[in-house]
């Protein structure tokens, strides 16, 4: 079983940037493929971006192209997420959640809710207009 403890959110204006972290206590952190979802006030929990065990392989929700990036330090057992020209429509709690089934990436996979057997829970991201 892993822990895993989010961290960086906060109140950012548009335009703005933010890194998110998330930490992971228990087994080995490798073993997991990692992912960051989000959910705004209302809507269901949805799919931002992915990465592979070894951290080669990232996939993202078209909304974040370009303006999101996942990332890990296996080292530190920590993936981050980094966002840049916030919009006030990226105000959600955004979770982490990881997958120990998924040995070979598969984006469509990866995408999926239900393929994460560990959440973490949440960091609220505000974004002011």
């Known amino acids: 079983q892993v822990q895993l403890v989010e961290s960086g959110g906060g109140l950012v204006q548009a335009g703005g940037s933010l890194r998110l972290s998330c930490v992971a206590s228990?087994?080995?952190?490798?073993?997991?493929?990692m992912g960051w979802f989000r959910q705004a006030p209302g809507k269901e929990r949805e799919f931002v971006a992915a990465?592979?065990?070894?951290?080669?392989?990232?996939h993202y929700a078209d909304s974040v192209k370009g303006r999101f990036t996942i990332s890990r330090d296996n080292a530190k057992n920590t993936v981050y997420l980094q966002i840049d020209s916030l919009k006030p429509e990226d105000t959600a709690v955004y979770y982490c959640?990881?997958?120990?089934?998924?040995?070979?990436?598969?984006?469509?996979?990866?995408?999926?809710?239900?393929?994460?057997?560990?959440w973490g829970q949440g960091t609220q991201v505000t974004v002011s207009s």
């Open positions: 959640a990881a997958d120990e089934r998924m040995s070979v990436f598969t984006p469509g996979v990866a995408a999926s809710r239900e393929e994460y057997d560990y």
């Open positions: 228990g087994r080995t952190f490798s073993r997991y493929a």
């Open positions: 990465i592979s065990r070894r951290g080669g392989s990232t």
